[in-house]
């Protein structure tokens, strides 16, 4: 049984910093992109960012290119998210996913069950 279970949100000011992680159980796969998206009230779920299983080959989505990094340590079946510069419009649930890498929610087989990054101006 796949589980992801993210951690690492709260509430931060504008300007400041977060860092997500994210931990898998019964990937065992090594085919197994990994991605974070996050969905504010109201809207669709957005992508953030994507990672290889290698690692060396990341993407981030252009609202977050610049301040946001992700990587991942295998060894531990983690996957990071480094949010910086966090700007209100940054406020949403986050989720970690599993699937084939792309940009598309619809591409990702498994989802944890998200957590909440609040950003005050």
């Known amino acids: 049984q796949v589980q992801l279970v993210e951690s690492g949100g709260g509430l931060v000011q504008a300007g400041g910093s977060l860092r997500l992680a994210c931990a898998a159980a019964g990937l065992t796969s090594r085919n197994y992109a990994m991605g974070w998206f996050r969905q504010a009230p109201g809207k669709e779920r957005e992508f953030v960012a994507v990672?290889?299983?290698?690692?060396?080959?990341?993407y981030n989505g252009d609202s977050v290119k610049g301040r946001f990094t992700i990587s991942r340590d295998n060894a531990k079946n983690t996957v990071y998210l480094q949010m910086n510069s966090l700007k209100p419009e940054d406020t949403a649930v986050y989720y970690c996913?599993?699937?084939?890498?792309?940009?598309?929610?619809?591409?990702?087989?498994?989802w944890g069950q998200g957590t909440q990054v609040t950003v005050s101006s």
């Open positions: 996913a599993a699937g084939r890498g792309s940009t598309s929610r619809h591409d990702y087989e498994y």
């Open positions: 990672i290889g299983w290698s690692g060396y080959r990341t």
